[in-house]
């Protein structure tokens, strides 16, 4: 499957559709998805991924540790502290973990295989039926991507990593820009291959939907 050339709103959901997958699935299956994704994930961009979940690494601790100790169940016997975790807090801490390196790893593909423009026009096409309750679709997309625009200046600068102090700046940084500034967003048309997709997603959701109630 070329994911370069699919379109850009058929990969988003395909990746919601991933999100939604690893929630409701099986330890067996899990672990299936888990393994495809991190095959794709380093074969298409290894540096970028390994970067990732470094920096995770201190987040997955922290929901093992939670989970392990956290979740009431038959204890670990013979453990050397006077703290234990449990088997159920074993098995659910892997499970929730699991599932967040198979978020990472769609969302990494999903990023590695769109520009961020097509991103952003795959948002749009999402957000449209939000439209209807009263959410200005258009210019929330604007903001986004001019937020995103302010994070990759800043990235790209080296003056300094990124933190939570540089919300007020990209807030200033918005304000300030002229509301009169038009974004285009490239019009995309569905393959065959798109359509192809869209209808097996559809077939796939009914599946899961049906094995969940059933």
């Known amino acids: ?5 699919m379109h850009p709103f058929v990969k988003m959901l395909m990746f919601l559709l991933i999100l939604i997958a690893a929630g409701i699935a099986d330890s067996q299956l899990l672990i299936a998805i888990l393994l495809i994704l991190f095959i794709a994930a380093v074969k298409m ?8 979940l470094r920096r995770a690494r201190w987040f997955f601790f922290s929901i093992f540790l939670i989970y392990a100790f956290g979740t009431p169940g038959e204890l670990v ?16 801490a892997l499970l ?3 599932r967040l390196l198979i978020a990472l790893a ?3 593909i999903l990023l590695v295989t769109t520009k961020k423009d097509e991103l952003m026009l795959a948002l749009y096409i999402l957000l449209q039926p939000l439209k209807y309750v009263g959410l200005d679709v258009e210019r929330f997309s604007v903001r986004l991507l001019l937020t995103l625009n302010y994070v990759d200046e800043v990235a790209v600068s080296g003056k300094a990593n990124f933190s939570f102090r540089h919300f007020n700046d990209i807030h ?3 304000e300030a820009i002229p509301m009169v500034d038009i974004v285009y967003f490239e019009k995309k048309h569905f393959n065959s291959i798109d359509k192809v997709v869209m209808v097996l997603m559809l077939f796939v959701l009914g599946v899961m939907i049906a094995m969940r109630f059933l």
Do not use: R, Y
């Open 106 to 108: 769609a969302l990494n």
């Open 1 to 5: 499957m070329d994911l370069l050339n």
């Open 77 to 92: 016997p013979h453990f050397p502290v006077s703290v234990a975790p449990s088997f159920e807090g074993l098995h659910l």
């Open 96 to 98: 929730q973990i699991s």
């Open 172 to 174: 200033s940084e918005l």
């Open 45 to 52: 961009q290894f540096k970028v991924f390994w970067t990732t």
